[in-house]
C-alpha cells in the first residue's frame, strides 16, 4: 500500500511539474465550449476561431518573446461538465478562457477562474452573468435585456401582433431572455397571451403546440436554442398553426434550417449582424482565412464575437507589457472602440460591452436570409 501511495504522489508531482514547465514555456489561453454535444457546431467553431487567431499571433513571433497555446476543454454545454472545465484550466496555468457559448455552463464556471483570477470571457447573454461582481469575467456579446427592447419594438410596433405567444426552456439564457421579452412586450403596449416553457430536448412539442393552437395566435416568439427552434417551427406547421414564428439569437444557426426543413421558410430570426452582413475590412480578413483553413463559413455570429474576446485579450497583454490578470482586467475594464471583428469594443466596468445592434432577418426559400428590420 504504502508503495502505491508513494507511486501515486511522484505521479501527482510529475504532473504539477510538467503543467508549471508548459505554463512557463507558454502564454496558456483555455477555450471551455461544447465541443461534443447537442450544442457541438457553435463549441466547435468557437475552437477552431481562437486557434486559428492564435496561429496567426504565433506567425508573427507570439507575444512578450512566447508562444501562445491552446488548451481546449469539452463542457458539454452543460453545468456539471463546466465546472470540471473550469478547475482543469485553471490547474493546466491558462491566464484567460474562451467561453462558454451556453449561459449556464459559463456561470458555472465564472466563481472558479474568478477565485484563481483567470480572465474569461463569453457570448453567454444572461443579464446575470454580469451581476456577480467578478472583475475577471468580461461579456463579448450583448445582454439579453438590450435583446428584449428590441424585440418588443418589431412585434409590437412593426409587426402589431395582437397575440403574442412566447416560448422558452428552462436554462438561464433562455428564461431570462423570454422573460425580457414578455416584459418588454407589455411596456410597449402589446399582449402576451401565453407564457411558455418547453424541456430542451424533448423532441415532441406537440402538446405544447396543441394548447398553444387552440389560442389563436398570431406569432411564437421562442426565444430558446436552434436544437429545440428547428422541431418547433416543423410541429408546428404540421398542426397547421397559422402563426409567424420569431427566433431569438441562438435560433439564428445554420441547424435550425435543416431541423426546420421546408418549414423555415417565412421564419424570423432576430440578432447582431450575421458574418455575410458585417461591414469591416477585419470581418471579411477573418472569414476568409477561416473558410481557407477549415474549408466552412463560420457556424454563427457566436464564433466571431467570442473571436474579439480573444482579441481583446491578447491586445491588452501587448499593450501592457504583462500578463498579471489584475492588470490586463484593469486595462480591459477601460477599453474603448477597440476595433473588433463584430465592430468597436468597449467594456463598462461591470465587464458589460456596449455598442449593441439587433436586425431582424426572414428566411428566404433557399435557406438564405433577408434583412427586414434593423436598428437604427
Same mark, same amino acid.
Given at each position: 500500500m504504502k508503495k502505491l501511495w508513494g507511486l501515486f504522489l511522484v505521479l501527482a508531482i510529475t504532473i504539477s511539474l510538467s503543467s508549471e514547465?508548459?505554463?512557463?514555456?507558454?502564454?496558456l489561453i483555455g477555450v471551455q465550449a461544447p465541443i461534443t454535444g447537442k450544442y457541438a457546431n457553435e *463549441?466547435?467553431? &468557437?475552437?477552431?476561431a481562437v486557434k486559428l487567431i492564435v496561429s496567426q499571433q504565433n506567425a508573427e513571433g507570439g507575444i512578450l518573446g512566447k508562444k501562445i497555446k491552446v488548451v481546449v476543454c469539452d463542457d458539454e454545454g452543460t453545468a456539471v461538465q463546466a465546472a470540471i472545465c473550469a478547475r482543469d484550466l485553471v490547474n493546466k496555468g491558462v491566464i484567460a478562457v474562451i467561453g462558454s457559448y451556453t449561459s449556464t455552463s459559463t456561470e458555472a464556471a465564472e466563481a472558479t477562474y474568478y477565485r484563481a483570477k483567470v480572465l474569461q470571457t463569453s457570448d453567454g447573454t444572461s443579464d446575470r452573468l454580469t451581476?456577480?461582481?467578478?472583475?475577471?469575467?468580461?461579456?463579448?456579446?450583448f445582454p439579453n435585456s438590450a435583446e428584449a427592447a428590441f424585440t418588443a419594438q418589431y412585434l409590437v410596433n412593426k409587426k402589431h401582433y395582437k397575440r403574442i405567444v412566447v416560448l422558452s426552456d428552462h436554462s438561464s439564457y433562455s428564461n431570462g431572455l423570454s422573460n425580457a421579452v414578455a416584459k418588454a412586450i407589455?411596456?410597449?403596449? *402589446?399582449?402576451? &397571451?401565453?407564457?411558455g416553457r418547453i424541456t430542451s430536448g424533448a423532441q415532441n412539442f406537440t402538446p405544447v403546440l396543441t394548447k398553444i393552437k387552440s389560442m389563436n395566435p398570431d406569432v411564437i416568439y421562442f426565444g430558446g436554442y436552434y436544437t429545440d427552434g428547428g422541431l418547433i417551427r416543423a410541429q408546428q406547421v404540421e398542426l397547421r398553426i397559422k402563426a409567424d414564428f420569431v427566433g431569438g439569437d441562438s435560433v439564428d444557426n445554420p441547424d435550425f434550417l435543416k431541423l426546420a426543413g421546408s418549414s423555415a421558410k417565412g421564419t424570423y430570426l432576430i440578432n447582431v449582424p450575421t458574418p455575410s452582413v458585417l461591414p469591416y475590412p477585419l470581418a471579411k480578413n477573418f472569414l476568409k482565412a477561416y473558410k481557407a483553413r477549415y474549408h466552412m463559413m463560420p457556424p454563427s455570429i457566436w464564433t466571431l464575437l467570442n473571436t474579439d474576446g480573444l482579441r481583446a485579450i491578447l491586445f491588452a497583454i501587448k499593450k501592457t507589457g504583462t500578463t498579471n490578470t489584475v492588470k490586463l482586467a484593469k486595462y480591459l475594464h477601460n477599453l474603448k472602440d477597440f476595433p473588433g471583428i463584430t465592430g468597436p469594443v468597449t467594456f463598462l466596468k461591470s465587464g458589460e460591452r456596449t455598442g449593441s445592434v439587433y436586425m431582424t432577418y426572414e428566411v428566404q426559400k433557399d435557406g438564405s436570409k433577408k434583412i427586414v428590420y434593423k436598428e437604427k
Open positions: 514547465a508548459m505554463a512557463s514555456s507558454y502564454i *463549441g466547435q467553431g &468557437i475552437a477552431q451581476k456577480h461582481g467578478y472583475w475577471t469575467f468580461f461579456r463579448n456579446s407589455k411596456k410597449a403596449g *402589446g399582449t402576451v &397571451i401565453y407564457r
